[in-house]
């Protein structure tokens, strides 16, 4: 049985991501909400202020999760070591470029702070996409995207995995949500 709290936590979570979701202008949207899961372990899954509280302590900012398409929950999906695998699925009903967009944990080094380079290789389908390098002096955008033409999903599915560098120890790397739009994202933060 779940602790009060616990349960408290996801009863909200599941409530605010069905309310949200509402509101979003596309129900069809192709979406990965990282939620808490049963049988997870706890260094699984990370809300923002644990993780905002962890960034702190190694002496950095932590970009807060995105509110693109109402999916704002702030539960993260950690990245192990040896990476993690997911699954999208997206109807094929036309033959066009379609955009797979990551919501990445983001970090900006404070004053003082020990940050080194690391990386994060998103591979699609068995495909390399993109390598995500952050260090003191660059990172990325947030949400990251990637154009998929239809070819690269032949059967709608669309399997995405995230690969941390060799010198990523530990899980600095999370994925706060994953999505898929028909046209690009029009404002980017």
């Not at 797979?100 to 996409?129: A, C, E, Q």
Request: aromatic letters at 12%; one cysteine or more; proline letters at 8%.
């Amino acid at each position: 049985m779940l602790p009060l709290k616990l349960r408290i936590l996801l009863l909200t979570a599941i409530f605010l991501s069905n309310f949200a979701s509402m509101f979003a202008s596309d129900s069809l949207i192709p979406k990965q909400e990282f939620g808490i899961e049963e049988g997870q372990l706890p260094e699984d899954v990370a809300t923002f202020p644990e993780l905002k509280t962890w960034a702190l302590y190694q002496s950095y900012e932590l970009e807060p999760d995105a509110p693109h398409l109402g999916l704002q929950d702030y539960i993260c999906r950690m990245v192990p070591e040896t990476g993690l695998p997911f699954l999208l699925e997206k109807q094929v009903v036309s033959k066009s470029t379609v955009y797979l967009y990551l919501d990445l944990t983001r970090y900006r080094p404070l004053k003082g702070s020990k940050f080194k380079p690391r990386k994060l290789n998103i591979v699609v389908n068995g495909r390399p996409k993109i390598s995500v390098y952050v260090d003191r002096n660059q990172s990325f955008t947030n949400p990251v995207e990637i154009p998929l033409e239809p070819s690269e999903y032949p059967n709608g599915k669309i399997y995405v995995d995230l690969v941390p560098s060799h010198n990523s120890l530990g899980r600095f790397w999370g994925i706060w949500d994953a999505f898929i739009l028909e046209n690009r994202l029009e404002t980017r933060d």
